[in-house]
């Protein structure tokens, strides 16, 4: 299984970035899929999930940090998740990881077993 983040890169206040990630060597479609993040220093945390086919729970879930701003959204026929990332803030600066869970849509990240390698977003004032 291989879960390749990529889209990341140097963005200033107010700037959009999209990150993508491709997904092989699954059933993707049947995975939930999640976006995390860890800033420098700081624990990984969560920031959003959308369901697999067929998946209990919510379709989306965000973190309170990316209501109103991020958008997550997945393509089954492509194998792919993406993260439309608005408004950023500098504080957003973090490394982006993707990974696929089984099961209900959810914010722990134990409960996922893939993980991507992570993509770098920075964003300056």
């Known amino acids: 299984v291989q879960l390749q983040a990529f889209g990341g890169g140097l963005a200033q206040a107010g700037d959009s970035l999209r990150l993508s990630c491709a997904a092989s060597?699954?059933?993707?479609?049947?995975?939930?899929m999640g976006w995390f993040r860890q800033a420098p220093g700081k624990e990984r945390e969560f920031v959003a999930a959308?369901?697999?086919?067929?998946?209990?729970?919510?379709?989306?879930v965000y973190a309170d940090a990316a209501k109103d701003r991020f958008t997550i959204s997945r393509d089954n026929a492509k194998n792919s998740v993406y993260l439309q990332m608005n408004s950023l803030k500098p504080e957003d600066t973090a490394v982006y990881y993707c990974?696929?869970?089984?099961?209900?849509?959810?914010?722990?990240?134990?409960?996922?077993?893939?993980w991507g390698q992570g993509t770098l977003v920075t964003v300056s004032s």
């Open positions: 990974a696929a869970s089984l099961g209900i849509t959810n914010s722990n990240a134990a409960l996922y077993k893939y």
């Open positions: 060597g699954l059933a993707f479609g049947i995975y939930g």
């Open positions: 959308i369901s697999g086919i067929g998946g209990i729970g919510d379709r989306t």
